[in-house]
């Protein structure tokens, strides 16, 4: 079943794909660029392993965290990553924002493509504004992860 708010972008990077898949699994690099732009990430860890975790603790320039939790659902170095996100928890701790992002890193003459999916699993309550920005929170994190792969 697809949710209306479900997601594919596409970009090429114009570095090769053993680069890319380390700044999307080395928790440094992930700092660098995750987030929409102007955002930070004070907290990243990464534990690549099927069923490890990932958290991130994105900033805003006002200083407001937005907390992130993801569990690795599957691993193919350096093709694929699956992980399924939580966000927006509510007073129990539930995320009312969950999404499985499906990211393939795909190496054509030196340069990476990679084509991301989020497909929406859940969205409660305020989740639904912050879906509104999805598309330009990822394309905001691509620009980053550009620029970053650049300057390298």
Known sequence: MTHPKDLVLTRMF????????????????????????????????????????????????????????????????PSKLVFRSGALEDENGKPQLEVRNTVTFEEIDGQTKITMKADVLADIGPAHMALEGQKEGWSGSFDKLATLLTAN
Not at 16 to 41: D, Q, Y
Request: glycine share 6%.
């Open 14 to 77: 114009a570095v090769p794909r053993s680069i890319v898949w380390k700044a999307w699994t080395n928790p440094v690099e992930l700092a660098k660029w995750f987030g929409p732009a102007m955002f930070t990430n004070p907290v990243c860890e990464v534990d690549l392993r099927v069923g490890g975790k990932m958290r991130i603790e994105m900033q805003d320039p006002q200083g407001n965290r937005y907390p992130m939790s993801a569990t690795y659902e599957e691993i193919d170095p």
